[in-house]
């Protein structure tokens, strides 16, 4: 089959080439012996994987390794005794082996594609929503009615959070960098926009009446302390990736004198060996899908061929919503 390989950590420009390789067993590292193959038709494309073209992320497989870890297409086959069958649609998580013709993923990470979903938004589906979900719900405990902080809102997580907070009853205020970015957070949904480069944080408590319930943050750097700073009582700043390229540092006293919380939330590190939070997560999903409130945006589509190009894109800042790679 067709694929692409990182050959070595020279970054997006250079790591990529484009190979055959034999199709993959139907077996998964994380269900050995088992898993689901699918027949690929897009392949999403996000942060981790410019981040494997530079051994920058914490999954260091050996070189030379297929990249990608959500795809869309067909089920070819299926672990006997799963609800899924062969020819079903379905967004799977392979969580490597994605920018391939054939992948493979765990059964309880491969989940039917509603027909309103083209498989492209497939693509953008598990990540950056089952991400959503879990930052927002079950690490920042966001109940209906209250007011969510997204930063790099017009990004992959960005726009999946949008939807889900409102989707949930949350309101939403987005915060992006350019005019271009904050037209995509208001298609995406977004009550309120604010841009990062103005007073964001005095307009932030403006918009909420005093301060923020849930702060999401995939972006870190300098903004962190204005972030906490635009918490109200009990507020949650929830911790997602450092996209602005600096690990940011808590003053705590800043934590006990305004009553906030700062929470992390690594999504793959907590759901790999849960099948059974990844099946509900799923199911959540699902039904904001089916009431129309989840709708990946997909900001920009490649060929498999042209990957370098995806991943330049996520590098240089210039991505917005999903980018996909069309297998
Ligand atoms: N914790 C988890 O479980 C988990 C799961 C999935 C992803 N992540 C992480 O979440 C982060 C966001 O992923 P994503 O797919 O949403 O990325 P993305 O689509 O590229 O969006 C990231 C956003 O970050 C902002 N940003 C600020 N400074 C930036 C810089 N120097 N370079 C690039 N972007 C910058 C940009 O928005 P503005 O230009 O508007 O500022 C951009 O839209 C990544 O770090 C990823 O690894 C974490």
């Known amino acids: 089959m067709r694929a692409l390989q990182i050959i070595d950590l020279s970054g997006p420009d250079s790591a990529l080439r484009e190979v055959e390789v034999p199709e993959p067993e139907a077996s998964h590292m994380l269900t050995p012996g088992s898993g689901v193959l699918v027949d690929v038709e897009a392949a999403g494309v996000s942060f981790p994987d410019v981040l494997q073209t530079r051994g920058e992320y914490q999954l260091k497989p050996p070189l030379p390794f297929v990249p990608g870890s959500e795809v869309a297409g067909t089920v070819r086959s299926a672990p006997e005794g799963s609800n899924l069958s062969a020819g079903d649609r379905v967004a799977a998580f392979p969580m490597l082996g994605g920018f391939a013709e054939v992948a ?28 959503a979900w879990f930052s927002l719900m079950i690490r920042g405990r966001l109940r209906a009615g209250e007011t969510v902080l997204i930063h790099g809102a017009a990004g992959g997580v960005g726009t999946a959070s949008i939807q889900v907070a409102k989707g949930f009853g949350a309101r939403t205020i987005a915060v992006v960098s350019t005019p271009e970015k904050e037209s995509v957070a208001r ?61 940011p540092e808590v003053k ?49 589509g490649f060929p498999l061929s042209d990957a370098a190009a995806a991943l330049k894109l996520i590098d240089e800042r210039g991505a917005t919503g999903k980018v996909v790679l069309d297998v």
């Open 104 to 131: 493979v993923a765990p059964e309880f990470l491969t989940f039917p594609l509603a027909d309103s979903l083209d498989a492209r938004q497939g693509a953008a589906l598990i990540l950056n929503y089952h991400t």
């Open 187 to 247: 298609d995406a949904g977004a009550d309120e926009v604010v841009r990062s480069d103005g007073a964001w944080k005095d307009e932030a408590k403006e918009l909420s009446g005093g301060g923020v319930d849930v702060v999401l943050d995939p972006v870190g750097g300098d903004r962190f302390t204005d972030s906490l700073r635009s918490l109200a009582e009990g507020g949650r700043l929830v911790v997602v990736g450092f996209t602005g390229g600096s690990i």
């Open 252 to 300: 705590v006293n800043r934590l006990l004198l305004n009553n906030v919380e700062v929470i992390g939330a690594g999504w793959g590190a907590y759901v790999m060996g849960k099948p059974e939070v990844n099946r509900e997560i799923g199911a959540e999903i699902a039904e904001l899908i089916d009431s129309g409130d989840v709708r990946p945006i997909v900001g920009a």
